[in-house]
């Protein structure tokens, strides 16, 4: 075999490894639920206009995926887990709410009665930094 048949090979693997790679994550998304937020919002840095938005585990529990229904934005948060009580967590999305600013929380999952706790995005942990007092109000909403 020579040089050029071999990288000709090597150059398929490749390409085919990166296709495989590239489609997974759209397997690996478990729809959540489905939610109305009626205010603009910051969830994992990025700054997600008031619309309807599909809720997801992706691709781990760990990871929650908030995706406008309509396309136009999306966020990824990494979370941590806290376990609710039977009948306490109705699917909901909760807001720290500074002023007019919406920070999103945590995200209560009905079906295996968790709660995602979400990092705090720079902007929120600045905001909270610069004030004396705590004035954050939380928000939930819920579908």
Known sequence: MNFRSLLSIVL???????????????????LLFNVNVP?????GGAHLLAGRYSVYHFPTKRVILI???SGKG??????S?????????????????????YFL?????????EIHICSKSREEQVIIA?????????VA???
């Not at 205010?39 to 969830?43: E, M, N, R, S, T």
């Open 39 to 43: 205010f603009d919002f910051v969830a």
């Open 105 to 113: 929380s945590q995200v209560t999952t009905k079906n295996d009665h």
């Open 81 to 101: 887990i806290a376990t609710a009580g039977p009948g306490e967590n109705p699917n909901t999305l909760v807001f720290n709410q500074y002023d007019n600013r």
């Open 130 to 138: 610069q004030r004396q007092q705590s004035e954050k109000k939380a």
């Open 12 to 30: 398929l693997i490749l390409f085919v490894i990166g296709i495989t790679v590239t489609a997974s994550p759209q397997t690996n998304k478990e």
């Open 74 to 79: 999306a966020a990824f948060m990494q979370v």
């Open 141 to 143: 909403v819920g579908y």
């Open 67 to 69: 995706e406008s229904v």
